[in-house]
């Protein structure tokens, strides 16, 4: 959404203790990008870090009046011990005030990556909704190819030779019935900022999807077309079709960057399209722009 979050320190050697020859110097830090804002067409996501630029705070504003007021209606805070994320909390507003949605306890794996989740979800009248549990799985390249919720409903994750989230296309067969999943998903060669520091994986351990994307969320460098077709067709004798259906789901994002390489635009044009029997019998388009704000840390 998960993870390597500590600055790397140095023991420093007692006054008199060692030799010139013997002080180890510090070796460079690399600069990263850290994501502080995102805008949309409905309003703000802002990102807030520790001092060891670990995440500890996502707050969702939403416009009021006249668009350019934002008010809070959502945040979640990240809580860290020892340099290990051990929970979020997710706040949501009823009326005036805001009351705890989530609660999600963290169990981390050998690597300090995010392996277990126990989440509780709540009432706004503070009572226990349900409960649940996410289990994460990890390659030797540190990407999460696995989500699997309570023990049965299990998600798998593929990816490029870049790093980039890339589900692999799919078919499945039913008694007469055929179920197609295709995806063409692209990317820019530019640093993504959730990839930084490990954001994206613990925005999605949160939010999964909404309001996020999960190839902007996985992935090392931006999106800048993702579509995804899902096709069913019904067979009659001798597998010939009587009906089919295609929904398919395109967004192109047209990308610009600060000068430390940093995203700050996205023009976002989404287009659905239905067909059946192969004409065309649904559809429409959208566009909206995303705003960025981003440093350049070290």
Not at 51 to 72: A, W, Y
Not at 135 to 151: C, I, M, R, W
Not at 267 to 283: F, H, I, M, S, T
């Amino acid at each position: 959404m998960k993870t390597k979050l500590l600055l790397i320190l140095f023991a420093a050697s007692l006054a008199g203790s060692c030799k010139k020859s013997d002080k180890h110097s510090e070796a460079p830090k690399e600069d990263f990008i850290q994501l502080q804002q995102m805008e949309h067409e409905n309003g703000t996501i802002r990102f807030q870090y520790n001092e060891q630029n670990q995440l500890t705070k996502i707050e969702q504003l939403e416009r009021i009046g006249d668009g350019s007021v934002f008010q809070p209606y959502q945040y979640t805070n990240f809580t860290w011990t020892n340099g290990i994320v051990t929970k979020a909390e997710l706040f949501d507003k009823s009326g005036n005030l805001f009351y705890k949605r989530t609660n999600c306890k963290y169990e981390v794996d050998a690597q300090k990556r995010i392996a277990y989740i126990a989440r509780t979800f709540y009432h706004e009248n503070g009572t226990v909704d349900r409960k649940d549990t996410v289990d994460f799985t990890f390659n030797a390249k540190d990407q999460l190819v696995g989500v699997e919720f309570s023990g049965e409903n299990y998600h798998a994750y593929s990816y490029d030779a870049r790093g980039n989230f890339m589900p692999e296309d799919l078919q499945e067969l039913n008694d007469n019935e055929v179920y197609t999943y295709a995806y063409d998903f692209r990317y820019d060669n530019n640093p993504n900022p959730f990839a930084s520091k490990g954001l994206g994986l613990h925005v999605f351990s949160v939010y999964f999807d909404e309001p996020f994307l999960v190839n902007q969320l996985l992935s090392r460098n931006n999106p800048v077309y993702a579509k995804t077709t899902l096709g069913h067709t019904i067979l009659g004798e001798h597998n010939i079709p009587l009906y089919s259906n295609e929904n398919s789901y395109t967004s192109e994002f047209s990308n610009s960057f600060d000068t430390n390489g940093g995203l700050k635009e996205a023009g976002l044009k989404y287009a659905y399209q239905r067909k059946e029997n192969g004409n065309v019998v649904d559809g429409y388009t959208e566009h909206t722009l995303l705003r960025f704000t981003c440093l350049k840390k070290q």
